[in-house]
């Protein structure tokens, strides 16, 4: 079984990094009515019928031409634009609201979407140079920010944020136990797989340690790599571990985390099919965490 995260990446397209500042390339793929053009405005798009919508070249608006790449024999772009289409009309959609419709049938969109309002949110953060102030000019199809005062270039980050399943107890065995928490925001029956941001300096497995630590009270001695997933809200990449701990007792920060409980495999299944229990969306890694250590699909979701 693909993890549902997965399916969000495979079959991803080909940058095609090198012809970025190939203006005669970057032209003729642009006058082909085959390429395709995602249009966003500022950090919002506009579905149509419920999918994703990309146009002709010469469907789309004036704005800044970003190169997302190739795929299945076409060039793929992005037009980014103001934010004002959005704000006037109020079908525009930011990436979280769009994930229902990069689901089943459509999930191929999903790596050219991320990078393009991953861009998208880059630019419209990144407004004035951090070394000068001066002013900035978009270069190498959207994938470069020159400052026209100082030259100092700036480009694209993601912040790495380190998401965990929690285990305790001999793996496999019938009770073993899974921690999920809470935050008090969330309607109520919703848990999922603790995370959180690395600090500079850190280790991934020394920022899951200490995450799980602060925001629960609960020592985590193995971290062992799960998988990864692009996660552009605005700008995360989310990395997932599966950790065992080495100490049950909660403390809840009562910050972060409202509530932590353990869960057995047989307390999971009968929580989530009565609907007491709401796991995470199937899109998500946490989803595909929890499923991996349970052994198996569960029902119900966000």
């Known amino acids: 079984m693909t993890a549902p995260h997965l399916r969000m990446a495979q079959d991803p397209h080909d940058r095609t990094a090198l012809r970025r500042k190939d203006e005669d390339w970057l032209a003729e793929r642009w006058a082909d009515e085959e390429t395709r053009v995602l249009v966003v405005s500022g950090t919002r798009v506009r579905p149509a019928g419920g999918l994703v919508e990309w146009v002709p070249p010469s469907q789309a608006p004036e704005g800044l031409r970003v190169l997302l790449g190739e795929r299945e024999g076409r060039t793929w772009f992005a037009v980014v634009t103001g934010p004002e289409r959005a704000r006037e009309d109020g079908d525009w959609v930011p990436l979280r609201g769009l994930l229902p419709s990069l689901s089943d049938d459509n999930l191929a969109a999903a790596p050219l979407v991320f990078h393009a309002l991953g861009l998208a949110e880059w630019h419209f953060a990144t407004r004035f140079c951090p070394r000068c102030g001066g002013s900035l000019e978009a270069r190498a199809s959207g994938h470069e920010l020159v400052c026209t005062q100082c030259g100092k270039p700036q480009f694209p980050r993601s912040d790495p944020a380190v998401i965990m399943v929690v285990a305790s107890g001999e793996p496999g065995a019938d009770d073993e136990r899974c921690l999920l928490g809470r935050q008090a925001i969330w309607p109520e029956g919703r848990y999922s797989t603790l995370a959180g941001f690395c600090e500079p300096g850190e280790t991934l497995e020394d920022a899951v340690r200490r995450e799980v630590a602060e925001e629960t009270g609960v020592a985590v001695g193995e971290v ?61 890694i946490s989803r595909s965490l929890v499923e991996h250590w349970y052994g198996g699909p569960l029902p119900g979701q966000w």
């Open 224 to 284: 062992t790599y799960f998988g990864s997933q692009p996660w552009p809200l605005p700008a995360s990449l989310m990395i997932g571990f599966v950790a065992r701990a080495t100490s049950t007792e909660i403390t809840v920060d009562e910050d972060e985390i409202e509530d932590a409980r353990w869960f057995t495999r047989a307390e999971m299944r009968e929580q989530a099919e009565s609907g007491s229990l709401v796991l995470p969306g199937g899109v998500s």
